[in-house]
């Protein structure tokens, strides 16, 4: 099994819609984070959680929810999608000493 | 604010070396990491340097960190057409206890 799973793959959703990505971790660690991958731009953090208790926001959270259900799950929500939100999104784990990432998720919305 | 720079395309013809360079802000990072995205995959990491080392060798890889003008290189010894990626430079920069990545450099190998 993956250390890091995320679901759905591929989504294609309406402008308005509210959209779940969903992020489970095996191995115990504390730190997730939810990055962005746009063309041309790299990775840009979204939101990251240090525990349960801990959520905070990255540098481009507006629009984006998440919620930790458990140590292991990392939830990211978009209330209500725009098409400027398509891009694929990165779950990623703290080792200690570098991130573990998920298959990413490819969200397109039309 | 934390900034890394790498150039967006590199190009060479399988056999050849590759070099992958990189510039950084934070002169406090503690590691720097290159991690490769396969068409379609997620973020591997490949490998990673403390930042009291100046180089570090695994394999085809080398790694060269010149901490005085904050430049990291990522040198692929003997390219094969399956190392055609993007490399992410990254550092351990971030105020949030997060990774700066630059925009990743897309390499290209040739037969």
């Known amino acids: 099994d993956a250390d890091v799973t995320q679901t759905p793959r591929n989504r294609i959703t309406k402008t308005g819609k509210r959209i779940m990505l969903e992020c489970s971790q095996t191995?115990?660690?504390?730190?997730m984070y939810w990055y962005r991958q746009d063309p041309g731009l790299g990775l840009r953090l979204i939101y990251y959680s240090f525990d349960v208790k801990d959520i905070n926001k990255g540098e481009i959270s507006d629009g984006y929810s998440v919620s930790r259900q458990a140590q292991a799950k990392f939830s990211l929500s978009l209330e209500s999608a725009i098409p400027n939100q398509t891009a694929l999104y990165f779950c990623a784990t703290w080792t200690g000493s570098g991130y573990t990432f998920g298959s990413g998720t490819r969200l397109t919305v039309v | 604010g934390e900034d890394v720079e790498q150039s967006l395309f590199l190009s060479v013809r399988e056999g050849d070396s590759s070099v992958i360079n990189c510039t950084y802000t934070d002169s406090s990072s503690t590691y720097l990491y290159w991690y490769k995205q396969e068409p379609g995959a997620g973020l591997q990491l490949l490998t990673y340097i403390f930042s009291n080392m100046d180089m570090k060798q695994d394999q085809r890889l080398t790694v060269l960190l010149n901490k005085k003008d904050k430049h990291l290189s990522l040198r692929i010894a003997d390219t094969q057409t399956g190392d055609s990626a993007i490399y992410f430079c990254a550092e351990t920069g971030g105020s949030q206890g997060n990774l700066i990545f630059g925009k990743g450099t897309k390499l290209s190998v040739k037969p």
């Open positions: 191995k115990g660690h504390d730190r």
